[in-house]
């Protein structure tokens, strides 16, 4: 409704405007948020280019005028990160920030630490971990001027500032926490998390799916140094919210299956660990399709559940599954994922011929 409505009035304005009027972009800059919001991404770049092209055109000297510039800059790169289209969003992210920095008399504008974040987010995503550190600091910094350190529930329900600063302050710890995590340092990614919960749980709720995100990566976490009991009940907790908001085919409720399938394995409860990862197969088959490496992952690991139950025709089965797929998505022989399911095969295979020697 609210696109048809967005889409009506642009029309009329471009009716009765020139084409180059400030307001079509105005107009241009709502219709491309509702896009956004709608996860119709393709739309959205669409309309905040054309926004753009506008605000280029009509870039006057005022401070006013060229803010604007910086916002359609802004808003067609988020779109753009979006759609996955993760250079073009850099260099755009890159360009809105220039443009603040130059044309906001406040250094630690919100702004500014939006632009660090999303920029963070990039280099997280590209795997270049120590930029991605440099500019999430930078945004979780200047956050921290505006709300302090930690604020509490209360002081988030009774500031004048408004949610969204809260909650990119939440989802910048967020994206530094996986980065950090991602570096080794567990600790202050640890610390991270839990910052960012806190400030989820205050601002939608202990059920939110904010909350089921990153109890998910501490459960990994957990999983990971070993500390498998507590990993069970942080991947319990995220599977039930999860499954609250999103029923039971859903790939976020895939994701928490798959993390407790794992920790089944460790735990050796293989036939709870063969449930979990059959629940995730069904969920990822629907979803991403029979032949895509989010099945081939978890093929992969339904073979070792087979191998270790003593299974090695069945675990040799899924590995065959998971190399069909490897090699659909072109991946050889030296490719690790690959290489991992071949040493798998060639221990099955000596286990296999050793049993019939017995």
């Known amino acids: 409704m609210a696109v048809q409505c967005l889409q009506e009035a642009l029309t009329g304005r471009q009716e009765h405007l020139d084409a180059m009027d400030p307001e079509i972009a105005d107009n241009l800059a709502r219709l491309g948020h509702v896009y956004n919001r709608q996860s119709e991404y393709d739309q959205a770049v669409t309309v905040f280019s054309d926004c753009l092209k506008i605000r280029e055109a009509t870039r006057g000297t005022d401070t006013a005028s060229l803010l604007k510039v910086a916002d359609a800059l802004f808003d067609l790169g988020t779109a753009l990160q979006m759609a996955l289209d993760t250079q073009r969003s850099m260099q755009l992210f890159t360009d809105a920030l220039k443009e603040y920095q ?64 809260y909650s990119g302050q939440a989802e910048t710890l967020f994206r530094l926490a996986t980065a950090k995590d991602r570096l080794g340092e567990e600790a202050t990614a640890l610390k991270q998390y839990r910052k960012a919960m806190r400030l989820y749980k205050s601002l939608f709720g202990r059920d939110s799916l904010f909350v089921a995100k990153i109890l998910n990566r501490l459960a990994n976490m957990k999983g990971r140094d070993g500390s498998v009991d507590k990993a069970m009940v942080l991947f319990d907790e995220s599977l039930r919210i999860r499954m609250l908001h999103l029923g039971n085919n859903h790939e976020d409720v895939a994701e928490t299956l798959f993390g407790m399938g794992i920790v089944f394995e460790k735990r050796r409860d293989y036939g709870a660990a063969m449930k979990a990862y059959s629940d995730c197969l069904r969920i990822r088959s629907s979803k991403f399709g029979s032949d895509s490496m989010e099945v081939a992952q978890v093929v992969v690991n339904i073979g070792v559940v087979r191998g270790n139950k003593g299974d090695f025709s069945g675990a040799l089965k899924s590995w065959n599954k998971a190399l069909s797929i490897y090699r659909k998505h072109g991946l050889g022989d030296s490719d690790t994922l690959v290489a991992t399911v071949l040493n798998h095969q060639r221990l099955a295979n000596q286990l296999k011929r050793r049993g019939r020697h017995k």
């Open 102 to 165: 130059r044309h906001l008399t406040d250094p630690n504008d919100v702004k500014i630490a939006q632009c660090h974040s999303c920029i963070g987010e990039i280099h997280e995503k590209t795997n270049d971990l120590t930029k991605a550190v440099i500019s999430l600091e930078l945004a979780s910094n200047t956050y921290e001027s505006h709300i302090g350190p930690d604020p509490s529930e209360k002081e988030i329900k009774s500031s004048k500032k408004g949610t969204d600063i």
